[in-house]
């Protein structure tokens, strides 16, 4: 399609086809920028320097002030899409968006219950893990289905390029999106429960000694004799010595974010944890997700902030 190709001037605008629309748009907005092209490298250096000057900002927010960097992340991850989504009338994000957040709002509160049960840990590792787990199972049929679409896959059902891409993008996006957040959300609710168990602390040493028996993470007995109620599961050494019950340390280190030990604070070495390589994708997804983050949370932020000042220089 030639874009340039002049439009009949004695068609009014609702009687141009749909090819002469998009050339008549088009030229207008050539018309409109002509001349401006002085602006519009201001407008791009602006931009330029909001990103890096705004990305050395957060990375020091983040390094000196990492808790209320990460409520503040976790917050925008929250409001921004469903804002956007709202004044775009996105229904459907807004109704999953909607059934996310009544249901973890449920397990937040649950989190933060003082006193806390002794099942709390578990069902809150066991919801953000389920959402970890079928955030990356969406974000890996929505990968598949895109390279698919690329190979021309779609042809062969007789389905146009566009419905499956369509697809495969919202199947990514909800992925990576309640990916990051369920993240988010989970660190926020392990610091919440590891205060009130009182094993661990952001900083000092803990409040409470540790037993040899007792799970750091939920608290609860590692080995429980007959007759006794407990929780029966596998354990995990750490190299530092200290045990927990496995499925309390693959949600600490997985769904809360953290790789320190739940007690002394040393290095998890993930490598060494994860042996099976069916385990480890886990840890590059987290990582994906975690990047993720930078693009749904900050990235508009940034964006409105260099409109802001091309705003007040008075450049459009």
């Known amino acids: 399609m030639d874009l340039h ?15 002469e ?7 207008k907005l050539h018309e409109m920028h002509k001349g401006h092209e002085s602006m519009h490298t201001t407008m791009v250096m602006i931009l330029i ?4 000057v705004a990305q050395l900002i957060v990375m020091e927010w983040k390094k000196r002030h990492y808790r209320s960097y990460a409520f503040f992340t976790m917050v925008a991850m929250w409001s921004i899409p469903v804002l956007m989504s709202v004044k775009n009338q996105w229904w459907r994000f807004i109704t999953i968006w909607s059934i996310f957040t009544m249901l973890t709002a449920v397990v937040i509160r649950k989190s933060t219950n003082r006193p806390m049960s002794v099942t709390t840990p578990r069902l809150v590792y066991k919801w953000f893990y389920l959402i970890y787990k079928v955030s990356c199972f969406l974000g890996v049929v929505g990968y598949i289905l895109m390279m698919l679409t690329f190979l021309g896959v779609n042809l062969l059902f007789g389905q146009k390029p566009q419905q499956w891409m369509d697809v495969a993008l919202m199947l990514l996006f909800y992925g990576l999106y309640f990916g990051v957040l369920g993240r988010d959300v989970a660190e926020y609710c392990t610091d919440k429960m590891a205060a009130s168990i009182g094993y661990y602390t952001q900083e000092g040493m803990p409040t409470r000694q540790l037993d040899s028996n007792v799970c750091a993470v939920c608290g609860n007995q590692l080995l429980v004799n007959v007759n006794e109620e407990g929780v029966l599961e596998n354990t995990y050494k750490l190299t530092c010595g200290h045990v927990f019950h496995e499925f309390c340390i693959r949600g600490w280190c997985i769904v809360g974010k953290k790789q320190t030990c739940p007690y002394c604070k040393e290095k998890v070495d993930l490598k060494r944890m994860f042996t099976n390589p069916w385990d480890r994708p886990h840890i590059l997804y987290g990582q994906l997700l975690d990047w993720i983050r930078w693009l749904v949370a900050w990235q508009p932020l940034i964006l409105f902030l260099a409109q802001g000042i091309n705003w007040l220089f008075g450049l459009e």
Do not use: C, F, G
Request: charged content about 35%; cysteine-free.
């Open 5 to 19: 190709r002049p439009v009949d001037p004695n068609k009014t605008y609702e009687e141009l086809t749909s090819e």
């Open 21 to 27: 629309k998009l050339r008549y748009d088009h030229q």
């Open 49 to 52: 320097v909001t990103l890096v």
